[in-house]
């Protein structure tokens, strides 16, 4: 399968400061990626639906000015928690969608980045 | 809506078989599978179509009924490598996935 990855795997950050977390796919373009936030034993949650050239879609109850989401290029979708604080400590794990030519697209997670706000 | 994923945790003997459901109250385009095990990331398994379609991949396979909207992954034989949580995540005309809250799959040796 296609390969997306991450960066950084894991952040310790104090509170108050941004993190920015970078997902790339390696071996495609991807027009679209997502981003997930998932809780120990939890379900993956969505956040948002990043969109190559246009502004994010957030999913009901996601602060678009504490997620910050850029998706400049077809092979990098960027997500900056702002001002972070304990409680936006999480794992964080962005997913790339392989362009098959019509629905339904595969896709592919990255290996998440673990976000601890001190 | 976030599809509903049963049973919640499976806890099997290698070499035996399971089932995992997951039943939507949406209309449906497509249901994904994924597998994660502990501190990764999802691993794609496989996608299934409405039309009732049934697919395989090695010895898990799953079948979808569009007009019930359930999925049903089929883990016969199960090997240790197995374990982790299973997840499936549905897509209707929004063109994106939800996903279920997980079914935890524990093969004891």
């Known amino acids: 399968g296609a390969v997306v990855s991450q960066h950084p795997s894991r952040v310790i950050c104090k509170s108050g400061t941004s993190v920015k977390i970078e997902c790339r796919s390696l071996?495609?373009?991807?027009?679209?990626m997502f981003w997930y936030r998932q809780f120990p034993k939890k379900s993956l949650m969505l956040m948002a639906t990043s969109n190559e050239g246009s502004k994010a879609t957030y999913e009901q109850g996601v602060e678009k000015d504490k997620f910050l989401i850029n998706h400049a290029s077809l092979t990098l979708s960027t997500l900056t928690v702002t001002s972070a604080h304990p409680e936006d400590s999480s794992f964080y794990i962005c997913s790339a969608r392989e362009p098959s030519g019509s629905r339904p697209d595969t896709q592919y997670f990255g290996p998440g980045t673990r976000l601890t706000v001190l | 809506q976030q599809p509903v994923q049963s049973p919640q945790a499976v806890i099997l003997r290698e070499g035996e078989d399971a089932v995992i459901n997951c039943s939507s109250s949406?209309?449906?385009?497509?249901v994904h599978w994924y597998r994660q095990k502990h501190g990764e990331a999802p691993v794609f398994l496989m996608i299934?179509?409405?039309?009732?379609e049934q697919k395989g991949h090695e010895k898990i396979s799953a079948s979808f009924n569009e007009k019930k909207q359930q999925s049903s992954l089929y883990l016969t034989a199960s090997q240790l490598s197995y374990s982790g949580t299973y997840f499936c995540?549905?897509?209707?005309?929004?063109?994106?996935?939800?996903f279920g809250k997980g079914t935890r799959l524990h093969i004891l040796p």
């Open positions: 071996d495609f373009q991807a027009t679209t």
């Open positions: 949406k209309a449906l385009y497509s």
């Open positions: 299934l179509l409405k039309g009732g």
């Open positions: 995540g549905t897509e209707g005309d929004e063109d994106k996935i939800i």
